[in-house]
């Protein structure tokens, strides 16, 4: 009897040993079965170096902080209120005046936007050329004055009165895109710039004459050097009104112009044998009556011859 209960004691606790060691199985197991959602859900926000799906978490985050892409840049003179949808191309030829404009309107000039000293240096000494400009064949510069005043400010209502402006292109890599220095400029002896029935400057059909072969100087490139501050065009038209380019097929050069803020005070004997060119001022209607022309100065009365005095009989 003892020996048959021993054994079932023996028995009953091999059973409670196991029971107490069955347990142990399932926490064992349950941390593999949770760890697969988190995994699960890890791929999703980090995936791993070599998933093909990483660079889209990383593409919208960056589209979604980028900016939106800046407009192009107008390429013509501000102020000109053109009522196009789209700004006109760089380059080529164009059916609109882009230039001039409104002086206060236009972008400030950088510093390295200023007339470049070593052209001073190679132009030398000038001469007139066929259209009536200064010509420069060392430096292929020439430079022309106009019969009143083209780039204006907004707030002008009509061309001043013995102000003309001075025009130097300065060829580039492209002779479609020239630089053109321009400034406003009055004459420092006061009894000239006035204009005159005489030296009124191109008629409506352009015609002139020059004195073809007659010297000029570089003075005029100095002189536009000593501009403090200028306004900048790119990508404009010549200044000629926009049917004569059109009509010359001289409407696809595109110049970059920049425009002294100052008007200069010249010695306008630099500009007498140069023949004027108009202004053309769209703003105030297009070509108008000169303002703006050299005459020659008033040569001063020759003294009164003084007789012998005659002596008396």
Request: a neutral charge; aromatic letters at 4%; proline letters at 10%.
């Amino acid at each position: 009897m003892k020996t048959h209960r021993g054994l079932i004691g023996i028995l009953g606790f091999l059973a409670l040993t196991q029971c107490a060691k069955e347990p142990e199985v399932t926490p064992a197991q349950a941390p593999a079965t949770a760890a697969a959602p988190t995994a699960a859900a890890a791929s999703l926000t980090e995936p791993s170096a070599g998933a093909t799906a990483a660079p889209a978490p990383s593409t919208a985050t960056s589209a979604a902080a980028a900016p939106p892409p800046a407009p192009a840049a107008y390429p013509v003179c501000g102020g000109q209120n053109l009522t196009q949808a789209a700004p006109p191309a760089r380059s080529g030829a164009v059916a609109v005046q882009l230039a001039p404009a409104f002086l206060d309107q236009m972008t400030s000039c950088k510093a390295e936007d200023a007339l470049p000293k070593d052209i001073i240096l190679r132009s030398g000494a000038g001469k007139v050329n066929e259209k009536g400009d200064c010509a420069f064949e060392t430096s292929g510069v020439s430079c022309h004055y106009h019969s009143g005043s083209e780039f204006i400010t907004s707030s002008m209502k009509e061309p001043p009165l013995a102000q003309g402006e001075i025009h130097c292109i300065v060829p580039g890599d492209d002779p479609k895109s020239p630089r053109v220095f321009g400034a406003h400029v009055t004459c420092s002896d006061p009894t000239r710039g006035k204009p005159s029935a005489e030296h009124g400057g191109h008629d409506a059909h352009g015609s002139h004459e020059a004195k073809t072969g007659a010297a000029c100087s570089a003075d005029l490139l100095t002189a536009l050097a000593t501009c403090q501050s200028s306004r900048c065009c790119d990508d404009g038209t010549l200044t000629n009104v926009i049917g004569d380019l059109v009509r010359d097929g001289r409407n696809d050069v595109r110049p970059d112009f920049r425009i002294c803020e100052q008007a200069l005070t010249l010695d306008c004997s630099l500009l007498d044998n140069l023949t004027p060119h108009t202004a053309n001022a769209p703003a105030l209607g297009g070509v108008g009556k000169p303002t703006f022309g050299i005459g020659a100065p008033k040569a001063k009365a020759p003294a009164a011859e003084k007789k012998p005095f005659a002596k008396k009989p």
